[in-house]
C-alpha cells in the first residue's frame, strides 16, 4: 500500500478511535528536562534536530512568557499540506505564539527543503527523520500539532488535520493567561 494512503487510513483510524474515547490522556513530557537541546531560530530552513532541540524551543519560549506550538509534517502527507497554509495564517495573526515545525519521517532531506520552501514555511523547522519528535509526543498519524502554554506545559496535542474553528479555540487557550 503506498505511503499517502497508508497515512490517509491512519488519519481515519485515529479519528474514529479518538471521537469513541473521548481523546487520550496528555504524554508526560517535561520541556525543561530534555537536556542538550539547541532551540533552532534560523526561519524557513531545515535544520537538522530531534526532541532535545524542541523541547529547547519550547522552553526559550516560555522563558520569554510567550506560548508555543509545534506542527508535525512530511512532504508525503497530504492533510500536513493541507493544514499548513492555515497555520501559516495563524502565526501571522498571532505573533504571541512561536511556532516551530517538524519535518518528521521524511526521506530523502531534499523532498523536506522542497516543501517547506514550496509552502513558505518562515518558522524555525528542525528535521526529524527517526521521529523523535512524533515519539515523544505519542504522535499516531500525521500531521501532529501540539501546544504549549507561556509556562512550557503541555496544553494539547492534536492528531491530524486541524480546522480552523480548533486551531483558534486552542490559540485562545493558550494566549488567554
Known sequence: MPRPVRALLAVLVA???????????????????AAGGT??????????????????FVAAAA?????????LFASWCAPCEAELPLLLEASDER?????????SEDLPRERGVEFIE????DWPVLYDPAASVHIALEGRVMPVTAFFDADGALVEVVQGELDEARLEGLLDRVTTP
Do not use: F, K, Q
Open 15 to 33: 479519528g474514529l478511535l479518538a471521537a469513541c474515547s473521548g481523546g487520550a490522556p496528555l504524554p508526560d513530557l517535561d520541556v525543561g528536562a
Open 39 to 56: 532551540a533552532p531560530d534560523a526561519l524557513g530552513v531545515l535544520v537538522d534536530g530531534g526532541w532535545p532541540d524542541a523541547a529547547a
Open 63 to 71: 522563558a520569554e512568557g510567550r506560548p508555543s506550538a509545534i506542527n
Open 95 to 103: 505573533p504571541e505564539v512561536a511556532w516551530l515545525g517538524i519535518d
Open 118 to 121: 514550496r509552502l513558505e514555511v
